[in-house]
């Protein structure tokens, strides 16, 4: 397991409330709070730095739950290898999401950026429908 650096997770989560609020001053930390299913004591602690150890596995898996793979670093946790996310799955499925990422991976999309352009992510979407699009579930639009 990495180690947790507070410090990472502090400026991480206070990115993410940044970006919640998006420049709304009637959105509070409470507001945030609820979003990720928390105490607001405890996400006002996480703001300010007050913390020496990592949320709890239950608030860690909220994290990743709602802000993906990004949240793995700032955790200090180890992300899933391929495998460990392919070994869950049934076989179709597993294989469908390996050639995938296989696909991805050996398109150079992305490749050396800390993350993707709207191009970019357009160009992974398509790979992922190619792939894995009889899987998705459609009928809500945004």
Not at 40 to 57: A, C, E, F, I, K
Not at 92 to 113: Q, V
Request: aromatic share 8%; charged share 25%.
């Amino acid at each position: 397991m990495k180690e947790f650096d507070p410090n990472t997770f502090t400026k991480w989560i206070n990115e993410k409330f940044e970006q919640e609020r998006q420049g709304n001053i009637r959105y509070k930390v409470v507001d945030f709070a609820k979003m990720l299913e928390n105490r607001s004591q405890t996400v006002s602690y996480w703001l300010l730095g007050n913390l020496s150890s990592r949320p709890s596995d239950e608030q860690c898996n909220k994290l990743i739950s709602i802000y993906g793979f990004e949240s793995y670093e700032p955790l200090g946790l180890e992300p899933p290898l391929e495998e460990s996310i392919s070994s869950v799955l049934p076989s179709e499925e597993a294989t469908a999401l390996i050639a995938a990422l296989s696909e991805i991976r050996s398109s150079g999309i992305n490749k050396g950026k800390e993350t993707a352009s709207p191009e970019d992510i357009v160009k992974i979407n398509a790979i992922l429908e190619k792939h894995l699009g009889k899987y998705l579930v459609h009928g809500t639009e945004q």
